[in-house]
């Protein structure tokens, strides 16, 4: 199963009114514009490449408020992969049976 992240720039997330940045002083000095990561648990990482890298965690205040406010005003939704796949696979069908009708 895919593991999902979504890409921000900080100044979207210290929008959340309890934000607190959390982990080493030079994570906390990071500029608004750095780009950051929403996880699919809603906690936010400065390493999209290493999702297990609890050292890059910046936000781990993981409540139902902050879940909503990634969902209603960050617009954070995690991808239903069945569906997605479902999707895919649709479309392949549907480029076969056009090739095989020419």
């Known amino acids: 199963m895919p593991r999902y992240c979504k890409a ?6 210290r929008k ?8 080493k002083p030079a994570e906390k000095d990071l500029k608004d ?3 950051v990561y929403v996880k699919e ?11 297990d890298n609890d050292d890059a965690v910046i936000y781990a ?4 408020e902050w879940s ?10 995690i991808p239903d992969w069945e ?3 479902r999707i895919v696979r649709e479309q392949l069908e ?6 095989a009708s020419s």
């Open 16 to 23: 959340f009114p309890k934000w607190a940045e959390a982990g």
């Open 68 to 77: 909503e406010f990634c969902k209603n005003d960050l617009g954070f939704l």
């Open 41 to 51: 648990d809603f906690s936010v990482t400065t390493d999209c490449l290493d999702l």
């Open 83 to 85: 569906e997605e796949a």
């Open 33 to 35: 514009d750095a780009i």
């Open 8 to 13: 921000y720039k900080l100044e979207e997330l």
């Open 94 to 99: 549907k480029e076969e049976a056009a090739e």
């Open 61 to 64: 205040d993981l409540n139902e």
